[in-house]
């Protein structure tokens, strides 16, 4: 159901967040500019978002960006181990990740997660959208880290992006 | 007290940031090339901004909180000009360690069969 006049529900309100943020202020003047240019630009920037975004389970998606910011903290360690330890010890391998997810904002979610957690970078998008194709920098066992990436990040995307 | 903790992070900012470049400069080839400032560095100006903004916060002009703006920047852009240079790389066929996959291969020769 799409409503003409306000087409995005959920970037209206992250929009004006940012803008606050933006200005650093709280007064009445800022939060309303922010929810006018919150209002405003999901309607001129329409033909960029043609799928409405929605989140069907906020509290999963919490929990994953908690997950994930451990996770980030957890690969800047290892990544810095590595490249302290010296181009030697390292076995770069590529990686095809099936894909579950279908939707843009999907899809992108998780290749982003994938190039800031534990030594890997997402480096390719099959023209079918059906695999993503992994860079890793140290990988021991390919089909371990295609299990992980598949049950700990793309699990709960699919959960809160595609649920039904 | 501030000063210390102020001091403490920003060298370990500073030290990850420097991590990431020494990365840059010392894996054998493009893909792993990428690995050291995409993510690194990530930790380093996270602590970089931490730091800055407990300075601006105690600087008594109120709570400062555009460093969680460039925060949320830098983890939509690193990742997506990772997987741009990345992509381009593979379709280049820039020289790599590890053998990428057939896939690629097969589907580049068919998109440029498709342009013909």
């Not at chain 1, 919490?62 to 910011?69: E, P, T």
């Not at chain 1, 810095?80 to 894909?99: C, Q, T």
Request: with cysteine.
């Amino acid at each position: 159901m799409k409503h003409w006049l306000l087409p995005h529900p959920i970037l209206t309100p992250i929009l004006a967040l940012i803008w606050v943020l933006l200005v650093n202020s709280l007064s009445p003047g800022a939060i309303l500019m922010g929810v006018v240019l919150g209002w405003a630009i999901p309607l001129f920037t329409l033909r960029f978002w043609p799928d409405e975004v929605r989140v069907r389970k906020p509290l999963t998606l919490i929990r994953f960006l908690v997950v994930l910011l451990y996770d980030i903290l957890i690969a800047n360690l290892a990544v810095a181990w590595l490249i302290l330890r010296g181009p030697r010890h390292v076995h770069p391998a590529f990686v095809v990740v099936p894909l579950e997810l279908t939707t843009d904002i999907g899809i992108s979610f998780l290749a982003n997660t994938i190039s800031l957690t534990p030594g890997t970078v997402s480096s390719w998008l099959s023209p079918d959208r059906r695999s993503l194709v992994v860079q890793g920098l140290d990988v021991k066992d390919p089909h371990a880290l295609v299990e992980t990436i598949k049950r700990r990040y793309e699990a709960p995307l699919l959960e809160v992006f595609e649920s039904c | 007290m501030l000063e210390t903790t102020l001091s403490i992070l920003i060298v370990i900012g500073a030290l990850f940031t420097f991590i990431g470049s020494l990365g840059l400069a010392r894996m054998p080839d493009f893909y792993t090339r990428l690995h050291g400032p995409t993510k690194a560095t990530t930790l380093g100006v996270g602590s970089l901004l931490i730091a800055s903004m407990i300075h601006f916060s105690t600087q008594g002009e109120g709570v400062s909180f555009h460093e969680v703006l460039v925060t949320l920047f830098l983890f939509i852009t690193a990742p997506v000009s990772a997987h741009l240079l990345s992509k381009a790389a593979l379709h280049l066929r820039v020289r790599s360690i590890a053998p990428p996959p057939a896939q690629i291969e097969q589907a580049d020769s068919e998109a440029d069969r498709g342009r013909e």
